[in-house]
């Protein structure tokens, strides 16, 4: 069997290849990067696959029986590049699609989710026998402005008392490999989520404690946190998303309490405590 992995030199496909070479042999796995090179390091083939070349998605697809697709960061392209994948894989031959989601894509105010929609109902039109993992937020997405609100004196953020039930990368990454290497997943829909759901300002209150110094929570309007983000040098575009997103989680977007991720890779899912220790400046 070969698993092909788009975003292999990624964040989360990084985490999934080195995982997967755990379980499986490393010449059944295949690297699909835009840039072969800056795969050399992952220890396994490399095959060149550019989501705006289609021609070159069908020969990088050769061979593969089961491919993941981890969703493109290009917001905005995204429904029409993952078609493209789809398109591709049909074409190859490729015998089972795994498809990394949006927690409750098909109910989820967020911005991103539309996207996600549309790539669940292509692949599910695509004949292709599939597995849907819907990825809740990553814990790094809030760990990685530690720094910044140790520097600032504050969290910040606009997602009010909104409840986050975030994992880890690395339990998302475990996720896929065991979908990518196990039986019965088929057709299956995964909700999938940390098993400990904390408000923005119980983070704030874990760093405090970890940090030994008074980080409060500061709850901003979405249009306030988005100007507060572009002052700081994210691009006004994205600053706007992130804070639309913190918007969502004032809705319940990014709440789970179904436990299926801690199920599907047989340990209980990363504690935010763990999570903010690894982030905290050394």
């Known amino acids: 069997m070969r698993i092909a992995i788009t975003g292999s030199t990624g964040q989360l496909g990084r985490l ?32 060149h696959a550019d989501y705006s ?17 981890i969703s493109s960061n290009e ?16 074409q190859a031959g490729v015998s089972r699609f795994v498809y990394t989601s949006l927690l409750h894509a098909d109910t989820s105010p967020l911005s991103l989710a539309d996207e996600h929609r549309a790539t669940e109902a292509d692949l599910k039109a695509s004949g292709i026998p599939f597995t849907i993992l819907r990825n809740g937020w990553y814990t790094e997405n809030y760990t ?27 339990d998302f990454a ?15 829909v995964y909700e999938l989520a ?22 409060p929570y500061k709850d901003l309007p979405v249009a306030e946190y988005a100007a507060a983000l572009s002052s700081f040098g994210v691009p006004e575009g994205l600053a706007h998303a992130i804070a639309g997103w913190d918007g969502g989680v004032a809705q319940g977007a990014l709440h789970d309490d179904s436990r299926q991720l801690s199920q599907l890779i047989g340990r209980p ?6 999570a903010v220790a690894e982030a905290l400046p050394r």
């Open 174 to 188: 475990d996720a896929a490999v065991a979908v990518l290497t196990g039986e019965g997943h088929e057709g299956k």
């Open 53 to 69: 070349k289609p021609e070159t998605l069908t020969a990088a697809l050769a061979g593969v029986d089961t491919l993941l697709l």
């Open 16 to 47: 999934v290849i080195e995982k997967l070479k755990t379980r499986v042999p490393a010449n059944q796995l295949v690297a699909l990067v835009r840039n072969p090179a800056k795969a050399a390091d992952l220890g396994v083939e490399a095959r």
């Open 75 to 90: 917001v905005g392209q995204r429904a029409a590049q993952h078609q493209s994948v789809i398109a591709a894989a049909k």
């Open 144 to 170: 990685g402005s530690i720094g910044g609100a140790l520097a600032g004196g504050a969290f910040l953020g606009s997602a009010q008392e909104g409840k986050i039930s975030s994992a880890t990368r690395a």
């Open 194 to 215: 940390g098993d400990d759901a904390y408000t923005l300002a119980e983070l704030a209150a874990e760093i405090s404690r970890q940090s030994g110094k008074d980080i």
């Open 269 to 274: 899912t990363t504690p935010l405590s763990v």
